[in-house]
């Protein structure tokens, strides 16, 4: 590599790490009102994340994929089958917009910004107050990558990575992991020996013997 290349790189790499970090958080969003702007295959991965977490949602697109429509029949969403308007933007807690068009993209990302409300133009990591993880999901448990929209490629590989580590054990597991702890808090035991006894339930030998007792091992339970 050339002395210019390496130069280059390094100043990249310097302007990165002068952004601040992004803030991790698993948002509640039960029964939380949220607009998406825009149906179609961009926004139905992040509809479908959406419906999973709870979330009221109203849809706005003059179009929509197929999933999208079958999910408003089933009445798991709002889909109104027009173009965005500002009022859409009230009483939302949430925005997320992914449209064809750059103008409709900006327009509900500075207003949205106008108005107070967080808002996600898909694609778009400068047209965004926060972005959507790459997560895996076992019952409970989520893992959740994120390159701040650098390598969307390297989440996906270490997406695949992670779903070979934890398997779908882990979702009974974290679900009798659960009824552990309420357990043992309901025992007059010492921060120290409930500390001591919840580590050894959640250690590697732990979730051994909890596949022990249900019949089954790590390999079985991954096949």
Known sequence: MSST??????????????????????????????????????????????????????????KASSNVQRWAREKKLCWEERTFEFTDLEGVCLVVCATSSAAINLAVFEESRLRGLLCSVVDEKELADYLFPTVLRRGALQLAISTAGNSPALEQRLLDELTEQYGPEYEGWLEWLGKARASIFADPLSPRRRRTLLRKLASQRGLEDFLRREGMTVAQENR
């Not at 991790?24 to 607009?35: A, Q, S, Y």
């Open 5 to 62: 290349n390496r130069n280059a790189i390094s100043e990249l790499s310097s302007l990165l790490n002068e952004r601040p970090a992004l803030f991790p958080v698993f948002l509640k969003l039960d029964g939380r009102r949220v607009l998406v702007v825009g149906a179609g295959k961009l926004a139905e991965p992040k509809i479908e994340a959406l419906l999973t977490a709870g979330a009221s949602l109203l849809v706005v697109a003059p």
